[in-house]
T-cell receptor, first 113, second 116 residues
Framework: SQKIEQNSEALNIQEGKTATLTCNYTNYSPAYLQWYRQDPGRGPVFLLLIRENEKEKRKERLKVTFDTTLKQSLFHITASQPADSATYLCALAPMNTGNQFYFGTGTSLTVIP | GAVVSQHPSRVICKSGTSVKIECRSLDFQATTMFWYRQFPKKSLMLMATSNEGSKATYEQGVEKDKFLINHASLTLSTLTVTSAHPEDSSFYIC????????????FGNGTRLTVT
């Protein structure tokens, strides 16, 4: 069956450290993988997109890697701040759709001051 | 830019009644809109994809007669939960896309539906 799993439900880290979140998928051939942030009671907000032929993308303190051999994406937040505390979701779009995104289970990140 | 407005934000209805949820893209034309459902502390489950002017495509296991979707214009899609039951209580979120492959999804702030 198709699955998109994020490695932990909750992650606590100290302010200033790098947070690393994992997204693993099975039985998908994604053309695109995106990361979103979701705050309680709100809709997700888009952060980064990476294509299946790209290895790494960066945006300010955020970095995403994509390994289609391992079927895994890593999402890094460097110099983390308490304001980064939220749930982070990975989402992928299969090659035969392109814009239909299926979401992972989510990781709740708490950055401790 | 890329604002999506979803209404109502909360609704409580009695079992057996129908509820309509609206999703509007305020500052862009949304060729495609998606409806998701989210259970507490769970991820978003894609329910259906709607393209302007055509019938929605439902994911496996989603009852199309129960969850009616209309996408009459490039800025408006509606989801109607018909004959609602308590098990339909959930957080429903719409998202809009320009339709280009890989383009970001712009989400509304969701509707908390409680069926009593």
């Amino acid at each position: 069956s198709q699955k998109i799993e994020q490695n932990s439900e909750a992650l606590n880290i100290q302010e200033g450290k790098t947070a690393t979140l994992t997204c693993n998928y099975t039985n998908y051939s994604p053309a695109y993988l995106q990361w979103y942030r979701q705050d309680p009671g709100r809709g997700p907000v888009f952060l980064l997109l990476i294509r299946e032929n790209e290895k790494e993308k960066r945006k300010e303190r955020l970095k995403v890697t994509f390994d289609t051999t391992l079927k895994q994406s890593l999402f890094h937040i460097t110099a983390s701040q308490p304001a980064d505390s939220a749930t982070y979701l990975c989402a992928l779009a299969p090659m035969n759709t392109g814009n239909q995104f299926y979401f992972g289970t989510g990781t709740s990140l708490t950055v401790i001051p | 830019g890329a604002v999506v407005s979803q209404h109502p934000s909360r609704v409580i209805c009695k079992s057996g009644t129908s509820v309509k949820i609206e999703c509007r893209s305020l500052d862009f034309q949304a060729t495609t809109m998606f409806w998701y459902r989210q259970f507490p502390k769970k991820s978003l489950m894609l329910m259906a994809t709607s393209n302007e002017g055509s019938k929605a495509t439902y994911e496996q296991g989603v009852e199309k007669d129960k969850f009616l979707i209309n996408h009459a214009s490039l800025t408006l899609s509606t989801l109607t939960v018909t004959s609602a039951h308590p098990e339909d209580s959930s957080f429903y979120i719409c998202s809009a896309s320009t339709g280009t492959s890989g383009s970001p999804l712009h989400f509304g702030n969701g509707t908390r539906l409680t069926v009593t």
